[in-house]
């Protein structure tokens, strides 16, 4: 059976493993500790830094294929893991696209993708000239590194575009600026790709986030269009394909109304890996998320992304500002014994602020009420109480 | 989070991992060799004997739960457990009627469940007397060990009847007679109980066996009728009930015709674990048997058991006579080409005739079709060529 070697053990690789040890496989984990999410329940576990090259190629030594939990291996690294027989999936050339937010939306707009208007920014004068290019509605992003919320700025005025801009170049934090849409909501579309070109688009979701946290999915996306679901359903195979991508692709959207008041899409962000806005998937298709990032990245057919419900919701868990004196255990045990429908997912993770822990998937025929459920079930799992 | 210590490695504990790893459970093994199927796939594995009490002692040292994937662990040691403080789910008043044949019968017989005519055999003359008194339709069983069609045998005539059981006595072989029942078709109620009581059937199967090794199971079975399918699920959760059953019991029936022609069923064996007629419910079920057992044992609520379509067909991959030169990686390749919502489970055994190395899940619409379907994928996994 195959080997697949994941770089990174937070909780993506360790729902991979779940379903890696279904189908039999053998997940092989690069994880920086042995207490790391995926590293608490592998058997095949390899210490190490994926920065360091040589870590790298004793994770991978001997592996089918290699793939990630994030983003953040060095492309160059990659490379020469490629030039030296390694199968690594996806490429470096796709995976740039994923690490840069402005090499991202260059290549988007190349191949004819919707983006919000953007610029490089690497002047306070190239700011100032954007702020002015969009009437002051002006989103700062880190190409880099960004997360949950985290490398994002909404400056107010010129004034504090100017000074934020001067802060981080000088800090060394190269930056680009994007035109702020006007958001009616966000959705995201997920889709496999194997090295094959198989593709297998799954429903698209709305995305609800909060303080730049997804803290909530809602499949398929309530009230959306069947003509627009295609389009970003269609999107989302493009760019997989344009960009080369292997495995699982998250195309975060934007939802916003044109001049004439329609409804259209833009592209936000781009993920290569499983995404937050997929767990849905575990509980509510018959292929999960994982199950299929491990089939395409080994070039084995795609499996059905048929629903097995008539909507799905995904609430995340997420550490409040106190741990409650309630065990997590006994908390699981009031969630279910109101919800025997919930499907708790934990991660192993500590207790800290805004951490993501875990999440509940919910199923059901009633959209509302299924988000409400969902929500109540996230919020006594993190608080200790009904909301 | 709660630690369960499961004793046995085999497939069953491996997918009690999967579904302990999603709810942020630690499982710790008591596995008998690094390379069984439980071990390969967990990182807090404990290398002993359950027959050793010591080596039960290392490996139940701070869990919050023993449990099982085997009825095997010897009562005494269990007794010596509990008296030092140890949780063991389900506990030796209940396993020892999954681990002696007669026991089970006796008691059953006590609280009223339906079990064909039987008798304990010591000598030639008990045999020959029981072959009389059922016109010669004798099952004759090993009390102890059997499984899979091992320690079960048909003898033929009066002769047959006692130079077996001669052998057997003389080899040391505890035995028991049952009459044998024209047999209509097997049945198996599965249900889960907590320690405080609360129990949850899953629907009623039909489980098909071959040569004494169960191959498939339809989910509901077809065509029983609400009556009867009610009985059978009562029937699993008195047993469970006056037995004092915790965690997951499959109640193997035998369906069969009363004297007036109608269809009526009885007992024939019991196993308190989760067991292979309940795979199903890990893609046809809210709540798996995997996740349940874990619930049950820990004294959490139990979860939904309503069905995700409307037939789910279990096919198991039972080791061929050779074993293919197409790996088994290009095998499952062939079925997902074929059958992408065919779900595979493979427990990462080595091919030997017979063995059970994996099974097949689908989900369907028409009974008959899902069938043909699922047992043609398990068909490829095993001789890689279509039936």
């Given amino acids: 059976m195959p080997v697949v070697a994941v770089i990174g053990a937070g909780q993506l690789a360790r729902m991979m493993q779940t379903e890696a040890i279904e189908v039999g496989q053998s997940i092989r984990l690069l994880a920086g500790a042995t207490d790391s999410s995926a590293a608490q329940v592998a058997a095949d576990v390899i210490i190490g830094d994926y920065t360091d090259l040589e870590d790298l190629r004793r ?35 796709a995976l740039v696209n994923a690490q840069d937010k402005l090499v991202m939306r260059k290549r988007l707009r190349e191949i004819g993708a919707p983006v919000p208007p953007f ?28 997360y949950d919320g985290h490398g994002v700025w909404f400056p107010k005025d010129r004034g504090e575009v100017g000074a934020l801009v001067a802060k981080l170049l000088e800090a060394g934090t190269p930056l680009m600026a994007e035109k702020k849409v006007t958001l009616v909501r966000e959705l995201s579309a997920m889709v496999a790709r194997t090295p094959s070109g198989e593709v297998a ?30 389009r970003a359903r269609q999107l989302a195979v493009t760019i997989a394909e344009e960009l080369g991508v292997t495995g699982v692709l998250a195309v975060e959207l934007f939802e916003f109304e044109d001049a004439n008041g ?32 491990l089939r395409a990245v080994l070039d084995y057919p795609l499996g059905s992304v048929d629903t097995t419900a008539p909507v799905t919701v995904m609430a995340n868990v997420l550490g409040g500002d106190t741990d409650p004196a309630e065990p997590m255990g006994r908390r699981m045990a009031q969630v279910w014994q109101r919800f025997p429908q919930a499907k708790i997912h934990l991660y192993g993770k500590t207790h800290r602020p805004g951490r993501k822990i875990g999440h509940v998937n919910l199923s059901g025929d009633d959209v509302e009420q299924t988000r409400i459920d969902a929500r109540a079930a996230a919020h006594y799992l993190v608080h200790g109480r009904w909301a």
């Avoid at 920014?121 to 880099?144: Q, T």
């Fill in 59 to 93: 994770a991978v030594d001997g592996a089918d294929a290699v793939t990630f939990d994030h983003e953040h291996v060095p492309t160059e690294h990659l490379r020469t893991l490629i030039s030296e027989g390694v199968n690594v999936q996806p490429g470096p050339d």
């Fill in 262 to 293: 329609q409804a259209d899409i833009a592209v936000n962000e781009l993920a290569m890996r499983p995404h937050n806005t997929g767990h849905w998937t575990q509980d509510g298709c018959v292929t999960s998320q994982f199950e299929q990032h």
């Fill in 119 to 146: 610029a490089a920014i690497e002047s306070v004068e190239d700011a100032e000239a954007f702020f002015d290019a969009v009437d002051g509605a002006v989103c700062l992003k880190a190409r880099r590194g960004g």
């Fill in 201 to 230: 688009p799954w429903p698209v979701v709305e995305s609800v986030q909060t303080d730049g946290i997804c803290t909530e999915a809602v499949a398929p996306a309530p009230g959306l269009s069947e003509q627009l679901a295609q």
